[in-house]
């Protein structure tokens, strides 16, 4: 911002210089009326008042200096990292990005991952900046602990197994140590005696 001094001129041929009275602003800074008050002086004591007005509206954003990076492709989302952009003011003000998201799009094993940065000045003016890191994972599981083999002639560890006993349901009635009619036990056997003759004589 900046003023052009008046001119004067004196009825009697003086030179009259012009001296800065003052200069007031009205409203804030992003949107103000700046007026300066210049006086003019003849050697007689007369004077003369002059003033300019400027109107100061800041609707200019913030300009990207260095752009905001990622570190990839990378291999898991872990290792994602990125570094913030920078950012001037055409008022001189100093920026300071901030992060407005982060987004992942897709699985993690094969993703990009977006980080948006936002500057903005005094007057609410802002400017969006963003970069992307690509995750791809490609490389295959490493062996930690392998086993290890087992020496020539060494015997393997014995494992028993045992047969599982399963019980046979008869049906109906079962008494322990009674036959059922048909059954034969060991050791026991069934007689017919023939039929006795009554008219023989017993001796």
Avoid at 61 to 83: E, H
Avoid at 86 to 101: M, Q
Avoid at 130 to 156: C, E, F, H, I, K
Wanted: charged share 15%; net charge positive.
């Amino acid at each position: 911002m900046s003023f052009t001094a008046p001119t004067f001129s004196d009825n009697c041929g003086a030179t009259i210089t012009p001296v800065v009275l003052d200069t007031v602003t009205n409203g804030p800074a992003c949107n103000a009326t700046v007026t300066r008050r210049w006086t003019g002086t003849d050697p007689c004591n007369n004077s003369t008042t002059n003033s300019a007005s400027v109107l100061v509206q800041d609707t200019t954003a913030p300009v990207v200096v260095t752009p905001a990076a990622g570190n990839g492709p990378v291999q898991c989302l872990s290792d994602v990292s990125f570094t913030a952009p920078t950012f001037s003011d055409n008022c001189g003000a100093t920026i300071t990005p901030v992060v407005l998201d982060t987004v992942t799009n897709g699985p993690a094993c094969n993703a990009t991952v977006t980080r948006r940065w936002t500057g903005t000045d005094p007057c609410n003016n802002s400017t969006t900046n963003s970069a992307s890191v690509l995750v791809q994972d490609t490389t295959a599981p490493v062996v930690v602990n392998a086993r290890r083999r087992q020496r020539p002639g060494a015997m393997l560890e014995r494992r028993e197994f045992h047969r599982p006993d399963f019980q046979r349901q008869l049906r109906g009635d079962h008494h322990p140590g009674r036959a059922r009619h048909g059954d034969q036990r060991p050791g026991l056997q069934r007689h017919r005696h023939p039929p006795l003759d009554r008219h023989r004589s017993v001796q």
